[in-house]
């Protein structure tokens, strides 16, 4: 059975400091995708990462997937106020019948403070 | 633009009521899920959809079933409401997994709670 596992699971930040969410998965899997959820609104994708080694970055946002390592990060650089939200990946579980079904992470709650 | 819209944002039942959640999607996918959000346990998958009248159990599949008679609407159904299904019940659809970039396209959720 696939398991994905994010820590921390509530992080909380100042203005203008780095930090990493950690994506930890339990079986192969290719294919990770990263949401954002802002409070009471719905997911909106930020990055699919489709093979071992792939980098994808967005403003002050990057991703990057280690499939050897089962592992992903999502690094936030020089945060500020507007990424406050909760941060979910997710993974494509294996097997030919999957139909992309993805498994996700419990969610990181960041809150950015001046 | 695309598109993924649920018939309500917010809903109170009472226990014991049947329960429809509709989902819409313009995108013309072939596959369609429901989820259900809760606090500290992410996005858990109930049932979902690859085809026109077409379903799979996901993981938690106790206590709903679904329907899928159109490829644009995909319906939640709770036979019995219970106090423990009050969450956030969130709808995506998708292309088909075809070993590409398939992502999911969310609907904005619909917070059931019940009584």
């Known amino acids: 059975e696939l398991k994905v596992e994010q820590n921390p699971l509530f992080l909380s930040m100042q203005e203008g400091k780095n930090y990493t969410i950690y994506c930890n998965y339990s079986?192969?899997?290719?294919?990770l995708y990263w949401y954002r959820q802002d409070p009471g609104k719905s997911l909106e994708s930020l990055f699919v990462?489709?093979?071992?080694?792939a980098v994808k970055q967005e403003g002050r946002l990057m991703a990057s997937l280690d499939t050897k390592a089962r592992l992903s990060t999502l690094h936030i650089t020089a945060a500020v106020h507007d990424l406050s939200a909760t941060y979910f990946c997710?993974?494509?579980?294996?097997?030919?019948?999957?139909?992309?079904?993805?498994?996700f992470g419990q969610g990181t709650i960041l809150t950015v403070h001046p | 633009d695309v598109k993924v819209t649920q018939s309500s944002r917010y809903l109170v039942k009472r226990t014991g009521e049947k329960v429809f959640l509709e989902c819409v999607q313009d995108?013309?996918?072939?596959?369609m899920f429901w989820y259900r959000q809760d606090p500290g346990l992410g996005l858990r998958l109930i049932y979902f959809?690859?085809?026109?009248?077409?379903?799979e159990k996901g993981d938690i599949p106790e206590g709903y079933s679904v329907s899928r008679e159109k490829k644009e609407r995909f319906s939640l159904i709770l036979e019995s409401a219970s106090t423990n299904q009050t969450s956030m019940y969130l709808c995506?659809?998708?292309?088909?997994?075809?070993?590409?970039?398939?992502?999911?396209?969310f609907g904005p959720g619909t917070r059931l709670t019940v009584l």
């Open positions: 995506a659809s998708s292309p088909p997994f075809t070993g590409g970039h398939n992502e999911q396209f």
């Open positions: 079986t192969t899997s290719d294919r």
């Open positions: 990462l489709l093979s071992n080694g």
């Open positions: 997710a993974v494509v579980g294996a097997g030919g019948t999957s139909y992309g079904k993805l498994t």
């Open positions: 995108m013309d996918h072939e596959n």
């Open positions: 959809s690859y085809d026109v009248k077409m379903k």
